[in-house]
């Protein structure tokens, strides 16, 4: 399920604010916390959050979540629904710094051996950094009447009486172990959640998991950019170059450079290995710019070993007053940017499910969610099996899609529709199923043929220029 197969958000459907009642507590404030937040904000009297971190004033990488030092992309999914939720939400990114632009346009894409072609459609994206676009809904959030986030709250388990979580057990901010009642509890610690374990011990199954191998690494440096220079560079990783690279403008006047390295292949450590790694990829342009611009942070390494889903959705029984969601329910290769779009989609249907009270919600939340995760985790998973290296449980049809969608960026490299095509159900606007189409089906299979023969030719692997001329030096 993706953005154009899911309801967007209505405030409509929520009691007015004189109507709401009780209290919910969320289980941490990174963005599927905070989208959560703002989804049961809705519909109860009282909101709190309760992170374990430290929570910035500003747009700071948090130590307890390394990951925010990476780049991090918000698809047209994510970006939607957040300006649903925070009207204004674009501005205020472009206010702190972050750029809109557009992604058929101002992003060079290399796959596949060459250029994607431009798109004749404007596809907005919005481009800053991780900590700025958190540091903007954490805001956001922190506005709302009835919302409080507390920091250096460690949770310890869930209160739990015939069949329905009660409340949260947790350390405070002064280390004293305290007890907050709650009328539902939602789940966003991400990849380590403790809930699994818990309802082990207390009598629940557990959800089956799912885990696909991927031992990727990645490296990021902060470069100075012109301000003129607007663009951005994806280069995707390919089975015989196991080395990815993005180049992604970021407020402050800013590239991110993030290096790829999969099934072995580490992304560099020190500054001489990420200018070679950099110097080696087929677009010359990154490699220049790493050279020739003043570098404004160090490498900021993060390993990622595997793909991890929990299938919540099979399970039998399953408490009342508790949803799990974000991470917590499955995290992705990051490369592909779904992470934060994801969590928003969750956190809609979250709102969505709410108007039908909180008896049985955690059930049918997770039912709800799972064509979102099974679009997200079908595009990276499923890439993630052109490499030899990667195991698993592949999703059926893998092996054979991913051949389709390789012919059909090659064909992309002159075809800007094509483009367009792949790009929507990147973004999680359309489901990958959109490409099957007959219309973009046609373009994809149709055979070539040489002018003036009328005989097919073989199939060519056009290369464009591999720097990008235009924004050199």
């Known amino acids: 399920m993706t953005l154009s197969q899911i309801d967007q958000y209505s405030r409509d459907a929520a009691p007015d604010a004189a109507e709401r009642r009780g209290t919910a507590v969320v289980l941490g404030g990174s963005m599927a916390g905070l989208c959560a937040a703002r989804a049961l904000r809705d519909w109860f009297a009282a909101v709190v959050v309760l992170e374990r971190d430290t929570l910035p004033e500003g747009p700071e990488i948090r130590d307890g979540a390394p990951q925010t030092g990476q780049p991090h992309a918000m698809l047209e999914a994510g970006r939607v629904t957040l300006e649903d939720f925070f009207p204004g939400f674009g501005d205020d990114v472009r206010d702190a710094g972050g750029l809109k632009l557009d992604m058929g346009s101002d992003v060079v894409w290399y796959d596949q051996g060459g250029f994607v072609e431009e798109t004749e459609s404007t596809l907005p994206a919005l481009y800053a950094s991780r900590p700025l676009f958190e540091h903007v809904v954490r805001e956001r959030v922190r506005d709302l009447d009835g919302v409080e986030l507390r920091s250096r709250c460690n949770f310890i388990t869930y209160d739990h009486d015939d069949g329905r979580v009660t409340g949260v057990r947790f350390r405070d901010e002064t280390g004293t172990e305290a007890t907050l009642d709650a009328d539902l509890v939602v789940d966003a610690t991400g990849r380590s959640s403790r809930t699994p374990r818990w309802l082990d011990r207390n009598g629940y199954p557990t959800p089956p998991v799912e885990e696909v191998t991927v031992d990727v690494t990645y490296s990021t440096a902060r470069i100075e950019r012109p301000p003129e220079d607007t663009y951005g560079v994806l280069v995707a990783p390919e089975p015989d170059r196991p080395h990815g690279a993005a180049m992604l403008p970021v407020e402050d006047g800013r590239w991110e450079v993030v290096l790829q390295g999969i099934h072995g292949e580490r992304a560099p450590a020190d500054r001489e290995t990420f200018r070679e790694w950099a110097d080696d990829l087929p677009v010359a342009d990154v ?25 919540y959705e099979t399970l039998s029984r399953f408490p009342d007053g508790l949803v799990v969601t974000g991470d917590a329910v499955a995290s992705f290769n990051p490369i592909y940017g779904q992470g934060m779009s994801v969590a928003a989609l969750d956190a809609l249907v979250l709102h969505q499910e709410l108007s039908d009270g909180t008896t049985g919600l955690g059930p049918r939340v997770f039912d709800r969610i799972t064509p979102v995760i099974d679009e997200a985790w079908q595009l990276a998973v499923g890439n993630d099996f052109t490499f030899e290296g990667t195991t ?38 359309r489901s990958a199923t959109s490409l099957l189409h007959p219309k973009v089906a046609w373009q994809v299979l149709r055979p070539e043929f040489d002018v003036g023969t009328g005989t097919p030719s073989e199939e060519s692997d056009p290369r464009r220029e591999t720097a990008v001329e235009s924004n050199a030096d």
């Not at 002159?414 to 159900?425: H, I």
């Open 287 to 311: 490699g220049r710019q790493v050279r020739t611009r003043e570098w404004t942070s160090g490498i900021r390494r993060y390993p990622f070993p595997a793909s991890v889903r929990k299938r």
């Open 392 to 429: 698993g449980p592949k999703p059926f049809g893998t092996d054979l899609f991913n051949r389709y969608a390789a012919r059909l960026l090659r064909r992309a490299q002159d075809n800007g529709a094509l483009t367009e095509a792949f790009f929507r159900v990147f973004r999680l606007e």
